[in-house]
């Protein structure tokens, strides 16, 4: 089965799915839901092969063989949509998976029933409604997800019970039991698979973003040691040099013969010595810049079930460390909140640089809202760019996603 495809805003209600809890279906549970799906059609098929073989040897046939045959054909195509489903189910569209999975559950009750009354019963039949718990913790959690895998296995119970000659005690507990477990493995397994795969995912985004937030800190540490070398050598060994030029100039006055020669020689020594430093001095204060495209590259590459077309200047530069972070951690909360709520399958981000500042623009294909409440990440984001004097706007719409317009003001150069 594939699971279930919008921003800044949960619209999710009381009633939360397993997999409408951020961050979704994860990549990880993602590639599991492969490997379940080969093993739901072959258990579909082996629940088939013995009623099949029976109707083609004359030994199964009349109102129950098409009983079976309808129900089996129905149960087919509903796991076949099952199967189908795109990785992502929008919550409003949580009653299609529902409606899908109580068909399957239905049919897989018939099925059973016809077999045991009929065919003596083979226990694969019980296959069908345990791919139906396997199935249920993608869109149902809790209460309901349990409730759901005892009324059917009740139910099926039951009906064996009833429409089998001489039901046994015993027997019956026995089914009663496998049943059970059978379903809650399958049900259980999944749960731990969604779960394995959402703590991975969340791994390796908080480890992105550890590195990223690490690469600006080391740069802002170089920048801190750049600039305090720049300074120090400016205040002490350029002014020394500035007096000694200075006292230079007037022992050449002072002075004549050979020794004013050699005056005039340190003097110009002196002066090509101050040019080097004010050149060092210079480039030092240039290099201290903190470049924020590969920082922001590698923020970009965490997992978050979307898409993300970036586009970024090969140079950004930035020299405030505060300014630097404030971009950054708005780059981080969109992605974030892109993640968690939008249900999108793309996200553009685009930074540009100008004489002014910098921009950030973001738009996704999410599923958008109405009305945008942010939350503490986006008043968070907005704060920061304020005290920058900055500004951020939003914008969104139901099915129409989320759009954010941010402005960075840079210092003028002194």
Known sequence: MKAASSPGVDLCGPFQPALVDPPELTPAAARGLDWFSAAAIAAFLASGLWPIASMASGRFTGLPAAVFSVAFVIYGLALAVMLTFPRRIPTVALWLPVAVTAIQSVTGVVISTVMARYLNGTGVSLGLLVIVAAQLPYFLKGVPLWTWIAVQTIVMVGLVDTFTPGPDLVQALTFLLAAIGFQVFAAASSVLAISEGRARTNLARANTELTATRELLAE?????????????????????????????????????????????????????????????????????????????????????????????????VVEDAGRAEALLRAVQEVLTNTARHARAQNLWIRLEASEEGISLHTRDDGRGTITVRPGNGLRGMTERFEENGGRVEMRSSAGGGFELHAFMPLPRPA
């Open 220 to 316: 802002g540490s170089r920048t801190a040691e750049r600039l305090r070398i720049s300074r120090d050598l400016h205040d002490t060994l350029g002014h020394h040099l500035a007096a000694l030029s200075l006292q230079l100039d007037v022992a050449s006055r002072l002075s004549d013969g050979k020794a004013a020669d050699h005056v005039l020689q340190a003097h110009a020594i002196t002066r090509l010595l101050l040019s080097d430093v004010r050149n060092v001095v210079s480039s030092l204060r240039e290099s201290s810049k903190i470049n924020l495209t590969e920082t922001v590259r590698a923020l970009t590459i965490q997992p978050i079930d979307a898409h993300v077309h970036l586009a970024i200047p090969d140079t950004l």
